[in-house]
C-alpha cells in the first residue's frame, strides 16, 4: 500500500502546480481626452513569471518502500483503507485509518502507523492543489508530527510561503533542498521568501551560480538590488520599501492612498487584505528598469506578487502624484484579487476591466467617452488573452474594451452584480469567463454581444 501511496503522492504533485501561476501587470498611463477631461488610464497585462510557479517537474523522491506483510488473512478495514488509496481519496483513507486504529490486530497496526505520515501527505496535497492551505496545514503538521517525510516538508514549506512566514517555514525550506538540492525552481521559490523578508544576500545566495536562464536571471537582478539603498517601513497591511533619492514623503503619500484604497475596496467590493503584508517597491525609474527586464520601457507599474513603481527623479510635481494615486489604486485591486484567487490567471479583459472600474477617481469616473477612432470591437480571444502580446495600437483598444465591458455589466447588473461577482472569487472556484459572470446569470456570450453591439453603436456609458 505505502507504494502506491507514493505513486499517487507524486503524480498530484507534479501533474497539478502547487503554487498558481502568478502574474505580472505591465502598465503603461495612457492620455485619454474624455469630455474635455484628461482620463490616465495604466495599460496592463499578464506575463508569465516561471520563477514564481514552480510545477514539481521532477517529482519528489518518495521514501523507500515498505515490504508488503505476508500475513493471511487480510483485515478487512485494511482491505478498505487500500481501496481509498486506489481511487486517491486520501481523506476518506486517512480517516479510516485514524477510526479504525484500535482494532488493527499485529502485525498490521504497527504497518499501519507507518502508512498514517504518507496519508496525511496524500491528504494534504489534495487541498494544496486546490490552493486550500488553511485545511491542508492541519494535515501536514499532524503528519510531520509522526514522521517528516519529503512530501510533508514540501507541502509545508509551500503553504508558508504562501502565508510569507519565514519564521516557520526556513526550516522546511533547508530540509526539503537538503534531500533535493537540484530542486532549481524550489530554491527560486525560497528565494523570493527570504527576499520579503529583507534577506537579500540570503536571497541572493540561494539562486547565485545555478545553472537556469530563470535563476541567472533573478541573481542578477538580486545582485543589482543589494547595490541599492532602501528604505523600508511596515506599518498596518502594508510594507513599503522605497530607494533613497525618492522624495521622503512619497512614502506617507502612498501609504495614505493605500489606506484609503484598500478601505473602499473592502467596503465596496468585499476585498480584504491577506494575512500578511501586501509589498510594496517605489524605485527611480532608471533603476526600475535594470531590475524589472520584462516590464516595456513605457510601464508606470507592475504586480508580481509585489506592486513596483517607478517614480521620476525630484521634484515630484501634482500632477506625478495624481498619477501615482491611480497607479497605486490600480496595482493594489490586481494585488487583492490575485490573493483571494490564489493567483491564477483570470480572463484580462474581467481583471483589467475591474482595476479600472474599481481605481476611477473623481472627474475620470464621470463616463465612457469614444475616442474619434475607436476602431472594431476586439475577438473573444484577444481580450481574454495576455494584453502584452498584442500591437500597442489593439493592447490600447483592448485595454478601454475592458473597461467598457465592466461598465456595460454594471449597467446591465448594477453595482451588486459586481460586488456578487467579486465575492463569489475564491482559491478553489472555477474562473471561467461564464463562471465568474455566474452570480449575475449573465453568460460571457451575452455580455460580449452586447458590449459589441453597444461599442458598434458607439454608446456612451454614464458614471454608474
Not at 176 to 205: C, I, M, T
Not at 294 to 313: F, H, N, T, V
Not at 436 to 458: H, M
Request: a negative charge.
Amino acid at each position: 500500500m505505502q507504494k502506491i501511496i507514493q505513486i499517487l503522492t507524486r503524480k498530484i504533485m507534479a501533474v497539478q502546480p502547487y503554487l498558481r501561476e502568478p502574474k505580472i501587470y505591465v502598465s503603461v498611463v495612457v492620455i485619454l481626452l474624455l469630455g474635455g477631461g484628461v482620463w490616465k488610464a495604466e495599460l496592463s497585462s499578464p506575463v508569465e513569471l516561471k520563477a514564481l510557479a514552480p510545477h514539481s517537474e521532477t517529482p519528489t523522491p518518495a521514501p523507500a518502500p515498505a515490504h508488503e506483510l505476508e500475513v493471511s488473512p487480510v483485515p478487512s478495514n485494511i482491505y478498505e483503507v487500500k481501496k481509498w488509496v486506489a481511487v486517491g481519496n486520501y481523506g476518506a483513507a486517512l480517516d479510516l485509518a485514524i477510526s479504525e486504529g484500535s482494532t488493527f490486530p499485529p502485525p498490521w497496526d504497527e504497518w499501519i502507523k507507518n502508512q498514517l505520515p504518507h496519508l496525511y501527505a496524500g491528504a494534504a496535497w489534495i487541498k494544496i492543489k486546490l490552493g486550500n492551505c488553511q485545511e491542508a496545514m492541519p494535515l501536514l503538521l499532524e503528519g510531520v508530527a509522526l514522521k517528516e517525510t519529503v512530501e510533508l516538508s514540501k507541502g509545508l514549506a509551500v503553504c508558508y510561503f504562501k502565508e510569507k512566514n519565514l519564521i516557520d517555514g526556513e526550516a522546511y525550506f533547508l530540509s526539503y533542498l537538503a534531500r533535493n538540492p537540484d530542486d532549481v525552481e524550489f530554491k527560486r521559490l525560497f528565494s523570493e521568501l527570504l527576499q520579503s523578508h529583507g534577506r537579500y544576500k540570503d536571497a541572493l545566495a540561494m539562486v547565485e551560480g545555478v545553472s537556469d536562464p530563470g535563476a541567472e536571471q533573478r541573481a542578477q537582478e538580486l545582485s543589482r538590488r543589494l547595490d541599492l539603498e532602501m528604505v523600508h517601513e511596515h506599518e498596518g497591511a502594508f510594507k513599503i520599501s522605497y530607494e533613497a533619492g525618492i522624495e521622503t514623503d512619497l512614502d506617507l503619500f502612498a501609504r495614505e492612498v493605500l489606506d484609503d484604497a484598500l478601505n473602499e475596496y473592502s467596503q465596496n467590493y468585499g476585498l480584504t487584505p491577506p494575512d500578511h503584508p501586501i509589498e510594496v517597491e517605489l524605485y527611480l525609474s532608471n533603476d526600475f528598469s535594470s531590475l524589472n527586464p520584462k516590464a516595456p520601457q513605457w510601464a508606470e507599474g507592475i504586480y508580481d506578487s509585489r506592486m513596483k513603481i517607478p517614480l521620476p527623479k525630484p521634484p515630484f510635481t501634482a500632477e506625478h502624484r495624481e498619477l501615482f494615486r491611480v497607479v497605486l489604486r490600480h496595482e493594489l485591486l490586481h494585488a487583492l484579487v490575485a490573493e483571494r484567487t490564489d493567483h491564477r490567471r483570470l480572463p484580462s479583459w474581467f481583471e483589467e476591466g475591474v482595476a479600472q472600474y474599481a481605481s476611477c477617481i473623481g472627474q475620470r469616473c464621470q463616463g465612457f467617452q469614444f475616442e474619434p477612432t475607436p476602431g472594431q470591437f476586439l475577438s473573444e480571444d484577444i481580450l481574454s488573452k495576455e494584453f502584452i502580446s498584442l500591437s500597442s495600437l489593439d493592447a490600447r483598444r483592448a485595454y478601454r474594451q475592458s473597461y467598457y465591458l465592466i461598465k456595460m455589466l454594471v449597467k446591465t447588473k448594477g453595482i451588486e452584480g459586481l460586488r456578487q461577482v467579486l465575492a463569489k472569487l475564491a482559491k478553489d472556484t472555477s474562473i471561467t469567463p461564464d463562471a465568474i459572470l455566474a452570480p449575475t446569470a449573465l453568460t460571457w456570450a451575452e455580455l460580449y454581444a452586447q458590449s459589441k453591439e453597444a461599442w458598434a453603436a458607439r454608446q456612451v456609458l454614464g458614471s454608474e
